[in-house]
């Protein structure tokens, strides 16, 4: 995903959200006893000796939806991972598929059906038993998500993974879902999908309570495909199986769940949530410093020393992303393969970790981290050498270099870039070195920067990234190149057929193999450029004594562990 999880744009609900300063909720923050009077408003102080069971974390903006199945965005998948919970789950600490709701499944041969195996004694927050008639009843309704629902910009990930609805079958993966008895359901797909049972540990596919989804219309979508109008059920009446309950949300200040007494998993330290939205990364660290937050996401590498040195708890995650510099190839010059090989020799990738990454982040040589299947390790590199590249330039036509477009992001920060505006002037100093000058495109991230790189040809070389949703590779590579995108300009049959067929293959062995040809097949045309997995952390006040970091963000806030 390509915001703390996807790159879909700002919903509506932000846009007519009060807008609010960075200078004034940082100054609404430190008021006197801000915190703590929400804190005694959610049940009292904590009593001496006892645990305050209140846990106030910053969040970068407003969610785009409280219904998962119509998000896409990291603060969405955020809230929503604490109210619902699917099929499937994660290995702690991993991008692994684990069981969750489902405590088991077995998939035939063909790869078409799926049964799955349901846990008992679980309810809804609303007392809608969790059943085999829920989970088809789930299955059934975003396949047949009619209208404006079918729109890529509203059902993002069903659009991306099933490709299509009962008006489209031909094009659709889903089949059906069948009740075999209570706690039994089989799901039958049109097509194989190698990576459906990972899949479905996206908070998009997360189990709801049919009593709620229909009682509160949650398919009643108005407004335009560009700006959508959330349902009744998507504005305040979420309702799930997770540890929390739903409780209030008030657009551009915070969100609040408590924790659900029925809950048939752990109920752990923290009893409240509270979300607050701090869009300023400066503001949000300012806000644990004052201690008014406990905690927050996306830490600047150039805050952690400082935090460290305060005492404050800095919690990376394992990289399981992709920075990468693209490349459109409907400029003329950068249709070139020559001009293209000498761009990765122009870049010192190293240089430009250590100079504006955060500590941990690994070198790119691909489009996938290595803990993903398919990864090649001996796939065709493009060494640092300036000289190379200015070799390679005279050969393309350009002795003296040329100029082009390089767009990147403002006033955003990406698990993948903290820091975009530094990352642009590092790489904009090596191209010149070798002959290649820029003319800076800097545009807001959402809706100008996103609309302009995905939707128009007209950009050069720009900034742009992923967060893995599961582990799988066509989560990565799928996404970047299965198509032809106005992102990259290009047009390679050849490729995209070769992800087509390597999306449904059932033999994992021969999948991963299929997987290592493609990405040296990637490598050798150069489409863009792979430059670093970095591993974006988390900052916690010292009353924080654990919290369940994921390289996949599936982090569940009943099993943080606190000491005061």
Partial sequence: MFTSTSAQGTHPTKKRAAAITAGAAISALLLSGCVQSQREEDGGAAAEGEVDSTFVFAASSDPASLDPAFASDGESFRVSRQIFEGLVGVEPGTADPAPLLAESWETSEDGLSTTFALKEGVTFHDGTEFNAEAVCFNFDRWYNFTGLAQAPSVSYYYNNLFRGFADSPDAAVYESCEVNGDLEATVTLAKPFAGFIPALSLPAFAMQSPTALQEFNADDIGGSSEAPQLSEYAEGHPVGTGPFKFDSWN????????????????????????????????????????????????????????????????????????????????????????????????????????????????????????????????????????????????????????EVQFNYPTDVSRPYMPTPEQVFTNLSDQLKDVGITVTPAPDVWTPDYLDRIQGTENHGIHLLGWTGDYNDTDNFIGVFFGQEKPEFGFDNPELFNALSEARGMTD?????????????????????????????????????DSYPASPVNDEVFNMIELNE
Avoid: C
């Avoid at 691909?366 to 990864?375: A, K, N």
């Avoid at 299929?514 to 970095?534: K, M, S, V």
């Fill in 251 to 402: 657009v551009g200040a915070d969100l609040t769940v408590t924790a659900n007494e029925e809950y048939w998993g752990e109920q752990g330290d923290v009893q409240t949530v509270i979300f607050r939205i701090i869009d300023d990364p400066q503001a949000r660290t300012q806000a644990l410093q004052a201690g008014t937050i406990d905690g927050f996401d996306l830490v600047s590498p150039a805050d952690i020393p400082l935090l460290e040195e305060e005492g404050f708890m800095i919690v990376p995650r394992d990289p399981f992303t992709i920075l990468y510099l693209g490349i459109n190839h409907a400029v003329e010059e950068l249709s070139d393969p020559l001009v293209r090989e000498a761009i990765h020799h122009a870049i010192d990738k190293q240089a430009l970790i250590d100079q504006t990454l955060p500590e941990g982040t690994q070198l790119a040589t691909q489009f996938i981290p290595d803990v993903v299947d398919g990864y090649n390790e001996d796939i065709t590199t493009y060494e640092y050498d300036p000289e190379r590249a200015k070799e390679l330039l005279a050969e393309a036509g350009y002795p003296d270099g040329f």
């Fill in 508 to 544: 994992r062995e021969e999948q991963t193999a299929t997987y290592e040809e493609i990405n040296e097949q990637i490598a050798q045309f150069n489409p863009a450029i792979p430059l670093a997995h970095p591993a974006p952390s988390l900052a916690f006040a010292p009353r924080v």
